[in-house]
């Protein structure tokens, strides 16, 4: 009963009656500049590191799993079941748990490994954000409950930036329930000001770019 | 023979600053404008309205439109007091169109002093002398309503013997606020020791305003704090030889 | 004003050390802010605030048609809404569904919508455990205190206090160390959020044509309260919807910049619905509360209503000279700063705290920087004649009200106007043209005393400008 009671409310102070149609939002404003990809590389590594997150470069798929496999040695690790992550042998990695589909069980490991390894969706370049988009092959937990984020990202996923992800996704609730973007580690700046990495998300945030 | 200009000196100059006025006057003179004083001038209102009494603002505002509707020019020696009949008269007359009207062809006609030397006069360069080290503080209204920055400054750039150096921050508010000032007189003290240490720091003998109740602001919480730092509108040191 | 708000003003005035924490914190936000919207690293920065203020402007102006669209979007993901008209609405809906659930642990991330309703208390009052998790906000719930700022809630502490409140409150050994106590915090609030059955957030959007929320935040607990606990609550004011999930890149923007001088949040959640199939986790049940609390009562009013267009970012308390002053426990409710000194008196009525739209010096300095261009010095002039005319209607403040009469009589009368000048000039000290400092009692009183409490006066002029004007 609120409801009708506040919608009456809203359009008796409005002016307006119920159904009136209304004109034409201002129209959306999408700017998508020219970055050429090496350009975009650079860009995205040089914020990610701004941030206290750390960057790889890596020619192959190949050279990807070396990476993550030197990453996580002697640690725990987690990994999503991204098939990017499959395909390039990171998921079969020793030491790696993965292809969790039961909610309970992965809140349980991610809660205790040292890292959770992701693909991301897209990334943005121009101010360092990992996309992440939940699905059967990317949780939310894997990338939010270990201390550590590792993501590979294939560089053609790289995009300029938000107007860009807008442009290709006008609507990302029309295929997943959660879309995160994520900028660098967790941090906090709520006692005098100090900045303090790794609150309550993972205080490292790896992105490994493939290509 | 020079055009025409009137003045509104405002009613704290009138009353409390007479000089300010006089310089200014001297200035357009100088600049070969004839100047006028039109007598029935009194106030813009601003006291009223800022404090909430619409009505009798609008009154105030209703013979300060009549006391200078035959003037071409008028130049104010306040940047708050030009926002008030630029920016604020036409909100008070929202359901009287006709007064609207008028109140639309003063706005063209009111001018700030220093964007009128500026803007209208076009002329940066006065002739004035003044050796001094000083700073500026810009007004809220002359900076946040009417977009006055460059003015004075490109002004007191050609004033010879002058150095400039700016405080940090200048577009801090002193704490004046009209009635604000003994309203909440604790705060707004406190505002104006802000102010006083920014223009402490920067050295200068001399704070110039365009706006006289920034610097009666100022200058009483400088005589109040013993420091000797005087307060000069920006009239009376382009009026300097 | 209130006996109550000028003892606040006074005390917080007179601490020397909260001063200094206040001014610097909002000094570094307030330059950060300068840096990231600079015309060299957002060119288009004023085109973004245009376009901005042109989408709220349309969305509130046709509010009712972008909620029943926002509701059902949420609907078709299997999403629930719920209007709540004020606080009881908000904790009924909440205690009625932990109760059918079963549920006994709430973890809450920061949301200025919950402060308003006090849920955590009502929560409490009937037995349910609602543990905030923005470590800000987690330290106030800690020390019984409201948020001192939008943005950074605790700012007025120090890492003393914060060891303090942890050592009483959480029987650990006391720490002083930012690190240290903010591990502390973590460890204790990652327990909760595994435990917990709801989540409840806030939301900075409502997204009609996706039936989504957007929650920007830097910590991670919004992401933690969202996708651990079984049942997700978001609970926003009825003004935060936008049209398009394409605004967002405005929002985004102008928002993180505003806030805090970041480019973006760390964390930005779009979240649309509970957990579909086959996705791996995320909740199972999905609510939007629409709460208007007094939201409805700023409609009518085509100028005031761009109140609603806020988006807290809280940049207007940072650039403001008397925020910066007063701190935000001396405003009298929970919104501080420029936009609590224009929406409480909406919210709660004029007369709630009627010195507060006078608590300003109209410096335009929160106008200037609000991301939706909200016309703030505007809407407080507004409001200080909507005082008055409260006033009238009630009968008080007669005497002022009176010298703003004699006032507009003297001013439209210039020959009285010159003889009350001269008059007055003839009975003020002269200070020998110096600047007086004090006035004999019988004059040390109203507005004359009050200035001289912290300034010295100008000398009154041996002679007018009109009277040397006439004379040259
Ligand atoms: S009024 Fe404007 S500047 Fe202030 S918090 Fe709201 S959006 Fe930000």
Redesign the pocket.
């Known amino acids: 009963m609120s409801r009708d009671n506040i919608l009456h409310k809203v359009r008796t102070a409005l002016g307006r009656s119920a159904g009136q149609a209304v004109a034409d939002p201002p129209p959306v404003r999408l700017r998508v500049p020219e970055i050429a990809m090496e350009d975009r590389i650079a860009l995205m590594r040089s914020r990610v590191e701004a941030l206290a997150g750390k960057t790889a470069r890596v020619p192959t798929m190949e050279a990807a799993r070396e990476f993550v496999a030197g990453a996580i040695a002697g640690k725990t690790a987690v990994a999503s079941n991204a098939p990017y992550l499959v395909e390039c042998g990171i998921s079969s990695l020793p030491g790696v748990r993965t292809g969790i589909r039961e909610v309970g069980e992965l809140t349980a490991v991610c809660a205790q490994v040292d890292i959770g390894i992701t693909s991301a969706d897209y990334a943005l370049c121009d101010t360092g954000t990992l996309v992440m988009i939940a699905s059967p092959a990317e949780g939310r937990l894997v990338s939010l409950l270990p201390p550590a984020h590792i993501a590979v990202v294939p560089r053609e996923r790289i995009l300029t930036g938000l107007d860009e992800l807008f442009t290709i996704l006008p609507d990302p609730a029309a295929q997943t329930s959660s879309m995160v973007l994520i900028t660098g580690p967790s941090q906090t700046a709520d006692i005098e000001q100090i900045l303090i990495r790794g609150v309550h998300g993972p205080g490292q945030v790896t992105v490994v770019i493939v290509g | 023979m020079g055009k025409r200009v009137s003045l509104f000196v405002t009613c704290m100059v009138d009353q409390l600053f007479p000089k300010v006025g006089m310089a200014m006057a001297d200035v357009l003179e100088r600049l070969g404008y004839r100047v006028d004083f039109p007598e029935e001038q009194t106030c813009c209102g601003q006291p009223a309205y800022n404090s909430g009494y619409h009505a009798e603002a609008r009154i105030v505002a209703r013979h300060f439109l009549k006391t200078f509707e035959a003037s071409e020019a008028i130049v104010v020696p306040s940047g708050s007091c030009t926002a008030m009949v630029t920016h604020h008269f036409k909100d008070l007359f929202t359901k009287e169109p006709e007064t609207l009207a008028l109140v639309h062809a003063m706005e063209k006609k009111v001018h700030e002093f220093a964007t009128f030397l500026t803007d209208v006069a076009g002329v940066e360069d006065v002739g004035a002398r003044m050796d001094d080290v000083v700073t500026f503080h810009d007004g809220c209204h002359a900076l946040r309503e009417l977009g006055i920055q460059s003015a004075p400054r490109r002004l007191l750039a050609r004033v010879k013997g002058l150095e400039l150096r700016e405080m940090v921050p200048s577009e801090e508010c002193c704490g004046f606020g009209g009635t604000f000032a003994v309203k909440f007189a604790e705060l707004s003290g406190a505002m104006a020791r802000t102010k006083i240490d920014a223009i402490v720091g920067t050295g200068a003998n001399t704070v110039v305003s365009l706006d006289p109740s920034c610097l009666m602001q100022i200058q009483g919480a400088l005589s109040r704090a013993g420091l000797h730092v005087r307060t000069m509108h920006l009239a009376e040191v382009l009026a300097s030889r | 004003m209130s006996v109550e708000f000028d003892r606040k003003i006074h005390d917080t005035l007179a601490d020397a050390n909260l001063q200094l924490a206040v001014y610097t914190a909002t000094g570094r936000l307030k330059d950060k802010r300068i840096q990231v919207t600079a015309a060299g690293v957002l060119p288009d920065y004023q085109e973004l605030r245009t376009q901005a203020n042109a989408i709220k402007k349309h969305v509130i102006d046709n509010l009712d048609h972008y909620l029943e669209e926002f509701e059902r979007n949420v609907e078709s993901h299997g999403g629930k809404v719920v209007y709540c008209k004020d606080a009881t609405d908000v904790s009924d809906f909440v205690l009625d569904l932990a109760k059918r659930r079963g549920s006994r642990l709430i973890v809450k991330s920061k949301s200025m919508t919950t402060e308003e309703v006090d849920l955590n208390e009502r929560l409490a009052h009937h037995g349910l455990e609602s543990v905030e998790t923005d470590l800000g906000e987690y330290i106030l719930q800690l020390a019984h205190e409201r948020p001192y700022h ?1 943005v950074a809630p605790a700012l007025h502490k120090t890492r003393y206090d914060v060891a303090d409140l942890f050592t009483k409150e959480l029987g650990v050994a006391r720490e002083t160390v930012p690190e240290k106590l903010t591990l502390i915090a973590r460890g204790v609030l990652r327990e909760k959020f595994l435990k917990a059955d709801i989540g409840i957030s806030g939301a900075n959007f409502l997204i009609a044509d996706s039936g989504a929320v957007a929650i920007i935040e830097n910590e991670g607990n919004v992401r933690l309260t969202t996708s651990a606990p079984k049942i997700h609550i978001a609970v926003a004011g009825i003004e935060k919807v936008i049209p398009r999930a394409q605004d967002l890149a405005v929002f985004l923007k102008l928002l993180a910049r ?1 806030a805090t001088g970041q480019l973006v949040s760390v964390y930005t959640s779009f979240l649309a619905g509970p957990r579909r199939a086959g996705e791996v986790d995320g909740p199972e049940e999905f609510y939007v509360v629409l709460l208007d609390n007094g939201r409805t009562k700023l409609l009518p009013d085509r100028s005031k209503r761009e109140s609603l ?9 940072n650039a403001c000279p008397v925020y910066r002053k007063i701190g935000g426990h001396s405003f009298p409710w929970v919104y501080s ?3 609590g000194a224009i929406i409480t008196p909406q919210f709660m009525g004029v007369s709630h705290e009627p010195g507060l739209p006078f608590a300003s010096s109209l410096c335009g300095a ?1 106008g200037e ?4 261009k ?1 016309d ?1 010095p505007k809407i407080l002039l507004e409001l200080r004649g909507d005082v008055r005319k409260s006033e009238a209607r009630e009968g008080l403040n007669r005497i002022e009200k009176l010298a703003f009469r004699i006032f507009a009589w003297v001013m439209t009368h210039p020959r009285i106007y010159e003889m009350a000048g001269r008059m007055a000039a003839s009975i003020a000290p002269t200070g020998d043209g110096k600047w007086i400092r004090s006035v004999p009692a019988p004059m040390s009183v109203g507005p004359l005393k009050a200035w001289l409490s912290e300034r010295d006066m100008p000398p009154l002029p041996p002679k007018s400008f009109r009277e040397m004007w006439r004379n040259r």
């Open positions: 939008i505003s267009y806020c988006i807290r970012c809280g940049a207007c308390l700063g420029p936009i929160c920087v609000c991301p939706v909200i703030i």
